[in-house]
């Protein structure tokens, strides 16, 4: 069947996304609604009739950057005032009204569960009004939209399995801005997926803020449930014909696996409190998901952990090590690290930097606290650690992470992996850029290859972070 042809309005949307993976696959969601209603999308902001910007509210200077670039879309709103700008995602969620009495030049605020009204939004401010919407939502999971795939390297893609945080961590503002937790139908899941892979796509990435809490049994709240129930589900302990009317995230795992051998599936973000062996044994099963964990673990300190409202102590997260090691030995492994936490000593510090050093991370994402109205630790804790120690800690920890990246991306020297073609290396025009299964970059001459290919690379040096090698035949 041919779908019908979109009637174009003769308008551009300019839309431009911060913050994380979400977020850009949200923005994905947004095109996908705007073409609907016959908008283009464009590159150029100074062409745009719309322009849109997704924002991220995790830290301080997540913020400050965005507020940094609306200042660049003022001067053009001058030159054209029927330009209409809107901000979307957490900052909008955040602020909301308030965003319109501190930013003339915004127009539309919506929120993350609000995108279905966007061409309502934009048709009020056409009217002469200011528009906002941060309504969230207990079942949007914009589970029927097909995603208009922005920047894509028609290789690799994001397929969004959830919305929404349950966890509460103290420092963390995602539960406030994106509203509970629900997971989206996963035959939707598997036909977006499937979709992909026919038209020439060989990764998909699955996203959730916490993808191990996945569970679907036909729609419904979490809340619904008797707490022992979910558990039960989620662990897979229930009798076998009532945990068959339950989907967990290691089951739809299998579900994506199972599409194709060759289509790669990835996933982000793993939970240690929650993450089960059961998502290890799928892993171990098939030879195409992605043998790479980002399992964050923001202190090493017990102490710390539990006044951040992790859920698992320094104990727990290496057992959650261990058990991947025995079930994915040499998969890769990553995390999340926040420095000067509420009331952090020298030692809570040392027993992170130690935790590093015993986990041996390929990556980490490391920040400073930074204090987000709101939440639990906003309320309850002193933001007591100075800018100097937060800074003097971070680059302990960047430093210690910089000599854990160099040995293991050096113990790729000599290997051979299996490679997936993505584009042409960051560096030359005459080398190609992959990924292994433990997500290390991959670079190689370009050969006849493609963009979707596999290719054996023979690893024969590397940089800091980048192994560099020759193809070898299968
Ligand atoms: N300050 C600093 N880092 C934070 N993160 C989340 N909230 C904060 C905050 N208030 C970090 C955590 C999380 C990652 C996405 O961002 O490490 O895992
Ligand atoms: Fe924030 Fe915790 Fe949810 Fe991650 S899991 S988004 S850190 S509340």
């Not at 195409?288 to 202190?299: A, D, G, M």
Request: charged residues 25%.
């Amino acid at each position: 069947m041919v779908a019908p042809a979109i009637e174009l309005n003769g308008k551009k949307l300019f839309l431009e996304s911060y913050g994380c993976q979400m977020n850009f696959s949200d923005s994905e969601i947004v095109a996908s609604i705007l073409t609907g209603t016959g908008f283009e999308t464009t590159r150029d902001f100074g062409q745009a009739d719309v322009i849109f910007i997704n924002t991220c509210s995790i830290r301080d200077n997540a913020e400050q950057r965005v507020r940094a670039r609306l200042q660049d879309f003022k001067k053009l709103k001058k030159q054209n005032p029927g330009l209409i700008v809107g901000v979307l995602g957490c900052m909008a969620e955040r602020l909301k009204a308030k965003f319109l009495e501190e930013e003339h030049l915004v127009d539309i605020v919506a929120g993350p569960d609000s995108y279905r009204d966007l061409p309502n939004l934009i048709e009020r401010v056409e009217s002469g009004q200011k528009a906002l919407n941060v309504l969230l939502s207990r079942e949007e999971t914009y589970a029927d939209i097909s995603p208009v795939r922005l920047g894509s390297n028609g290789v690799t893609a994001f397929v969004s399995i959830m919305r929404g945080c349950d966890n509460m961590c103290a420092f963390c503002v995602v539960p406030f801005t994106r509203g509970r937790e629900r997971s989206r139908d996963p035959e939707s899941i598997v036909a977006e997926t499937r979709e992909l892979f026919n038209n020439g796509y060989r990764e998909v990435t699955l996203l959730g803020q916490n993808v191990d809490s996945y569970l679907w049994w036909g729609g419904g709240q979490k809340k619904e449930l008797e707490p022992e129930t979910v558990h039960a589900a989620l662990h897979h302990t229930l009798p076998a014909d009532e945990q068959a009317r339950y989907t967990t995230f290691a089951d739809l795992l299998e579900k994506v696996a199972q599409i194709h051998p060759d289509l790669r599936v990835r996933f982000s973000t793993s939970n240690p409190r929650d993450m089960t062996d059961a998502v290890l044994h799928v892993m171990a099963k098939y030879e195409n998901i992605c043998k790479y964990i980002h399992l964050p673990v923001q202190s090493g300190s017990t102490r710390m952990l539990e006044k951040m409202n992790r859920g698992y102590t320094r104990e727990q997260y290496i057992d959650r090590i261990e058990s991947i090691r025995r079930i994915l030995p040499g998969c890769g492994l990553s995390t999340d690290i926040i420095s000067g936490f509420c009331s952090e000593t020298e030692e809570d510090h040392q027993e992170t930097l130690s935790l590093m050093e015993w986990a041996g991370y390929h990556f980490s994402y490391m920040f400073k606290y930074s204090e987000r109205p709101g939440t639990a630790a906003a309320k309850q804790f002193a933001d007591d650690i100075s800018e100097e120690v937060k800074s003097r800690r971070l680059q302990e920890i960047v430093d210690l992470q910089q000599l854990l990246s160099a040995v293991r991306t050096k113990e790729g020297v000599g290997q051979t992996y299996r490679v997936l073609v993505e584009g042409p290396s960051k560096k030359s025009t005459e080398m190609l850029s992959g990924r292994n299964s433990q997500n290390t970059v991959v670079v190689f001459p370009k050969g006849d290859l493609k963009p979707g290919d596999y290719v054996n690379v023979k690893i024969d040096r590397c940089t800091a972070a980048t192994l560099i090698g020759t193809v070898v035949s299968a």
